[in-house]
């Protein structure tokens, strides 16, 4: 038995000594996390900042028959009215050129239509090209205010007065929602979904350098025979090997949480601003520790398989080639419980790969049923078992070990 | 001590690849198996230096490797100082020392580490791993290098390191697996002195070549193996007279059948 840990110490030492794999294993883990989230949450500030700062221009020919329009639109945040307009025919060219980005027509014959009490039509001027214009929407707030106004003044000219009563006749009946699903709830749908792929892929690349290392670089070096013929039992040498794949794929994998949580714990403040912060931060140690114990058996199958391929191929390059098809088996899995409608029930409970995904994001969703987690991380680990089984026999075949 | 008994290793057939070029068919493949050694007999005795002489494919590494337990034979059997290779496999681990001219090192292992490594997979720790290393590195110069890494060192320091590799557990039977193809002059002499060190120890050593002159300079006995069989097995002289040729080269081809073989 010591002899494994003599094979791990050497591996770990070598792995740790291979600038490749610390960049995978560590480094990248490590920053992708915090990089994402900086990347999305300064834009999403940058977005906010700039939709308060920004003040659209407007312009209005024949303003002084609504002055109560006109007013509204000076007291409205984010609009700016532009002088010097006489006649719709110059908006145009004025929206073309950027000089505004609204232009509003009033009807000559307003005043007549405000006496009879008839539907005021407002011609708006804008660039429909735009897909992202928020002038309609915005525009559409100051119209609500003033058909707030001439309602109230119309309903009271008829005699309904009293602001029940005239919300009566509007709308006689309204919904009101009562959603039940807590703001975790909601946001860690999303992003539940997409952490465990996050894991899953960053097991697989933690994995995959020290593995092909180990294996078929012992071939490649020639240092393979060399090994098979010192007094250790094979087994022992797999279990030597596969703890070091293990280690890291599992080490980029954490870091990839850990540094999430300690940047979150950093930034704790300002990501409280926002619903997918308030997530994050809900989220106990105990979750964090329930996740990663959840992926161990899954790392532990992604090891032996990894370790199996690489024993295999007879180079680097070889096993370079069966690896990367091979990495579609874990994500395409994991990816599933990314996509909208895939729920941890019994039957996706049953399906490996996605069943940890689904378990990882239930536990960021805080609603994780704690039976079938426990199933999960049962029949994943009989897989493991399994998988590392079939790794000794593999080393154990000399068609695999001398292939040349 | 080795005494090899009937040693005998069937591979499956080799599939032959459409478009490949056509070879003449060895008469070792038969249907889906290939036999690629046959009824081997021959034995080595310590303070010896034995040669297995063949050409390519002839079955030597086979051999060696079924001796070395790395891979298990098809029939027959070998016993090393009396231990059984198919019986007791991890115990003849311990009784021997494997060098072959493609063994290579751990690059990011100093030398050091390399040689401790295979000392500790052998069981040897401690003073006595200390003691014993300090030994091979006093005996082979290798203290100027002894901490860098394995990827920085020349050719002839690398087979320093695998030569200390090799004996690190002071093996008694000690094989060459073609331990100078690739090397150049300086470094083939290198592993030649320590072949014949070996020998001087008391080592059981088994030797394969192809190179006629090795064989001239080394070897007490010679087992030629063709095609997975034994042709001869007797001393350099012996080998002379059989065949009638005072060449070794000339002798070597008689005595697998002429000319046609080669």
Known sequence: MHSILTIYLKEMKEVLRDRKTLIFMIILPTLIMPVLFQVMFSFMEKQEKKAQAEKIPIALVRGELTPELVELFKNQDGFELVDGFTDESEFKAAIKEDKIKLGLAIPAETAEILEYGSQLEVSVYYNNASLTSKVIPRTQVVFDQYNEQLRKARFTALGVGGASKQNGIMEPSIIKKIGIADDRERWGEGFGGLLPYLLIIFCFVGALYPAIDIGAGEKERGTLETLLLTPVPRSYLVLGKFLVIFTTSMTAALLTVTSMGVWIAIKAETMLKFALGEVLSAMSFVDYALMALTLVPLAMVIACVMLSISIYAKNFKEAQSYAAPLQFVFIIPAFLAFLPGVELTWGWAMMPVTNTSLAIKELVKGTIDYRMLAVIFGSTLVFAMAALGFCVKWFHREDVLFRD | ?262
């Open chain 2, 1 to 262: 001590m080795l005494e090899v008994k009937g040693l005998c290793k069937t591979f499956p057939a080799p599939k032959t690849k459409k478009g490949a070029p056509i070879k003449e068919k060895d008469p070792r493949e038969q249907g889906k198996l290939f036999h690629a050694v046959q009824d081997l007999n021959f034995e080595s005795v310590a303070g010896e230096i034995l040669g297995l002489l063949g050409m390519n494919g002839a079955g030597k590494t086979t051999t060696l490797r079924m001796l070395a337990t790395a891979i298990k034979p098809s029939s027959g059997t070998a016993l090393l100082d009396g231990v059984d290779i198919t019986q007791n496999p991890i115990e003849v681990r311990k009784r021997i020392g494997f060098l072959s001219g493609s063994t290579g090192l751990y690059g990011r292992l100093t030398a050091s580490e390399m040689v401790a490594y295979y000392g500790k997979l052998n069981g040897i720790n401690g003073d006595v791993l200390d003691n014993r290393m300090n030994e091979l590195f006093a005996m082979l110069e290798m203290e100027s290098f002894r901490d860098k890494r394995c990827d920085a060192l020349s050719t002839g320091m690398k087979q320093k390191v695998s030569i200390a590799r090799t004996l690190i557990h002071d093996p008694q039977v000690i094989f060459f697996d073609e331990p100078t193809s690739g090397l150049d002059v300086l470094s083939s002499r290198t592993i030649v002195n320590f072949i014949k060190t070996c020998r001087e120890k008391g080592k059981t050593v088994i030797f394969s070549t192809h190179f006629m002159s090795e064989v001239r300079r080394l070897c007490d006995r010679v087992v030629l193996i063709h095609q997975g069989k034994v042709y001869f097995t007797g001393t350099v002289e012996e080998m002379k007279t059989q065949s009638g040729e005072e060449d070794l080269e000339e002798a070597f081809l008689k005595l697998v059948g002429g000319e046609d073989h080669a």
